[in-house]
């Protein structure tokens, strides 16, 4: 068996090492764009963060994609084929890391840090009223982010309510309705661009948006304008729609825009190897790998 690793901007040697220990009759191979499409061609497996362009349609013997991450919306690209399942690393661990950044940034803004910041750089010790985080939180998704993510906010104290496609509703009264809202979407067509100006127009005046999910969920532009204009108090945005966010982008240092480099949390290199190693065990036993997501829905 073959398997091509597509990790980049993750280092693909740990990957090959644990497979080595693991599985040493399997071959894995680091893509770089001088592979030929003959050996391409012999690819039974992928572990991938994303696929350049061109790859998918190129692994002519792919039996199983297995992402590097719990989002697999770089992975469905359209020359992939149909009938290759797709898998995800599901990972308790990340989702309580994602739900502690959410919750930091949820209370920096609550307790008003940004203000206080920006006085101890003056040498200016005075005091506000300090309001209880009493704020309403709309979460964005109630898969398994979402959830670990209004289970933390909810234990310091905050009013949370979910949202979902699926369980519909409607999100301009549930946006309208919140003090602050997260987006724990999985990226589709349906949710691209989902935060747009209208909708960031719905939010409540001085409202704030914490993405842990896609940069595409949100409008950049549209969210910059939100927030020069005053209408939205700020926002946490740990991804960004290009990563890594070029140095001259607009998002940076828009005042109450706070930016972070993908870090709310990963999965361990462990965490991965391992979940994938047991995905190719099941390959090898003529078994369907673990962990699919649903190509339609894309999640
Ligand atoms: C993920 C991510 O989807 O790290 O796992 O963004």
Redesign the pocket.
């Known amino acids: 068996m073959k398997v091509l690793l597509l990790t980049h901007p993750m280092p693909a040697s740990p990957y090959g090492t644990a497979l080595l220990e693991a599985l040493p009759d399997v071959t894995a191979v680091e893509y770089t764009p001088q592979l030929g499409d003959a050996e391409l061609a012999e690819v039974d497996a992928v572990l991938a963060w994303s696929f350049p362009p061109g790859v998918a349609g190129r692994l002519k013997r792919l039996r199983w994609v297995c992402?590097?991450?719990?989002?697999?919306d770089k992975l469905l690209v359209p020359e992939l084929h149909p009938d290759v399942p797709v898998s995800?690393?599901v990972?308790p661990e990340?989702g309580q890391g994602i739900a502690q950044f959410v919750a930091l940034m949820a209370l920096r803004h609550a307790r008003q840090l940004p203000l206080y910041e920006r006085q101890a750089r003056d040498h200016q010790w005075r005091r506000h009223p300090v309001a209880a985080v009493r704020s309403t939180v709309l979460v964005l998704g109630t898969g398994a982010m979402g959830s670990a993510v209004a289970d933390m906010l909810r234990s310091v104290g905050f009013d949370v309510r979910g949202w979902s496609r699926q369980q519909g509703g409607a999100l301009d009264d549930a946006l309208a309705a919140a003090d602050i809202v997260v987006c724990a979407l999985p990226l589709t067509p349906q949710t691209h661009g989902l935060l747009d100006a209208r909708r960031l127009a719905c939010m409540r005046k001085g409202a704030y948006l914490i993405n842990?999910?896609?940069g595409h969920h949100v409008v950049e532009a549209d969210l910059v304008d939100a927030v020069r204009s005053g209408h939205l108090a700020g926002a946490a945005l740990d991804?960004q729609q290009q990563e890594p966010l070029p140095p001259d982008h607009p998002l940076w240092g828009v005042e109450g825009i706070t930016i972070t480099p993908?870090i709310?949390?990963?999965?361990s290199v462990d965490t991965i190897a391992t979940q994938f190693v047991a995905g190719l065990r099941c390959l090898l036993r003529g078994e369907p790998p673990p962990q699919q997501v649903d190509r339609q829905r894309g999640y």
Do not use: E, F, N
Request: no cysteine; net charge positive; hydrophobic share 55%.
């Open positions: 992402a590097v991450s719990a989002g697999v995800r690393i990972d990340q842990i999910a896609r991804v993908h709310a949390a990963q999965s």
